[in-house]
């Protein structure tokens, strides 16, 4: 099949922003005129430059949580039906520029377009639909209290929230903080990861076809400890959502920490997926190829340790070896291709030592050949899926996220052993457990230290179902009406009904 080259489809890319330089922020509703420091965002797949950016400084901070706060207090007033309207008229948009946007993860961050232009654009869609529906239907209480009074709560938006987030879905990772933000009330400064800059940007620009207040959603670029910390610095910017590293999400939660400001974090992973012999071990191993090797293992959730029953250890190995040769690593704009190469070349050396280190261990590596891998040609960053057995839990491969295609597979006899083995980890993002008992996978989804359980399955997420991590994963929720208490402040009014008497009158 043929497709476009990279250089063509780079081209098409950069027609969508203003001008032949660095392509400039997107600052109170259009584009911030202000030249500064640039950067250079890398087409993974080839390692050559995509695009030249503008790097937000301390200043463009201070303006875009100026118009943040502005455009948040019109916002609110408005009539929440009002908001409603124009936040499915962004998701309108955001369907109807879907090839765009989609283009810009598969090139930005060699994210395939099989996935790119349908599951992120439709999720990201679904995401403004799902907090349109919320906007107006946010309510308080009417608490009964002691007579002489009335009580009631009312939520307030905290004007405006710093949204900062990684570079592994970089569409879906932006519309996960902004839609909740803006459905709450808020204005957002968001700060997308500097390797994958652009889909966030083509959004802020998409989002003036819409009716959003200018100002409510601002995309400063730059990297994290420059853009990012002078956000989470910034006085008026009162709430962080931070997702990315459990290490940098620990210093931002520090430096909040210190102003007394409130954070949510979603951090790194290392999740089980539990396999027993009674289960359909075959679909288990097709999930556990998705899980694993989906986006090239960048997915937080990504299932990376693997705990089989030995007696269906063979068949699961089988399974697996047979599911990955139906995969084809390549060139992502290729909508064949299942598989494209890591974001860079940074974090491909950083999966091949884990590689290295599995070989220096001995560990027992599971052969796995795809379908077809011409990733190599093209000049980017390239790994092979594989899988380490029988490795000791203690050794880092088994316990450290690395964020590539790599799993580590062991092998149990009994439950609790299962059970202890998976809750062994400092992380409890997510876990998988797959079994024809309904009391084991009852007994097992309580018992399991994780935010998200999936039963027979891996990797299903909605917008209207909570989202979040237990131990070193995160802080707080998102997504779900759950999340309406991490982006608003629930203020609770007393009015007296009788002459107020004091408790020292009598
Ligand atoms: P990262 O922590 O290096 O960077 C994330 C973001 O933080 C980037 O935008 C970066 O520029 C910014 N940043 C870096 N230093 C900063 C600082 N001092 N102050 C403010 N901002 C700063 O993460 P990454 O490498 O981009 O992404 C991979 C990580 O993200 C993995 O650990 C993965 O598990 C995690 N992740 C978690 C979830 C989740 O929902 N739990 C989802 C996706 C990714």
Known sequence: MTHASHPEAARHLRSLFPGQGPVPNWVAGQWSTKTGDTFESID???????????????????????????????????????????????ADAIRRHGPDLGLADTLDAGRPIRDTRTRDVER???????????????????????????NVTRYEPYGVVGAITPWNYPLTNAVTKIAPAIGTGNGVVLKPAEESPVSALLLASISAETGLPPGLLNVLNGPGEITGDHI????????????GSTTVGRAIA???????????LELGGKSPVIVFADADVARAARAVAFSGFNNQGQTCTAGTRLYIQRPALDAFIEALQEEVTRLRVGDPLDPTTHLGPLISDQQRARVQRYLDLGADHGAEQITLTTEANNGHQLGGYFLTPTVFAHLDPNDALAREE???????????????EA????????????????????TRATRLSQRLQAGLVWVNAVNVLNAGSPYGGYKQSGVGLEMGLEAITQLMKVKSIWTATEPWASPWSG
């Open 44 to 90: 993974p797949t080839t390692g050559q430059v995509l695009m030249e950016l503008t790097v937000a400084d301390e200043a463009d901070v201070d303006q875009a949580a100026e118009a943040a706060a502005g455009a948040s207090t019109s916002w609110w007033a408005m009539d929440g039906q009002d908001r409603a309207r124009i936040m499915r008229a962004f």
């Open 419 to 438: 059970l202890t083995a998976a809750n062994d980890s400092a992380y409890g993002l997510s876990a998988s457990v797959w079994t024809d008992s309904l």
């Open 232 to 243: 989470v610095r910034h006085p008026d910017i009162e709430k962080i959502v931070f997702t």
């Open 124 to 150: 990201a869609a679904r995401l403004l639909e799902y907090w349109a529906g919320v906007t107006d239907r946010l309510r308080g209480a009417n608490i009964p209290v002691q007579p002489g009074y009335t």
């Open 254 to 264: 520090g430096t909040a920490g210190a102003m007394l400001k409130s954070v949510s």
């Open 402 to 416: 690395i964020f590539g295609p790599v799993l580590s597979l062991f092998a149990f006899d009994t439950e609790d």
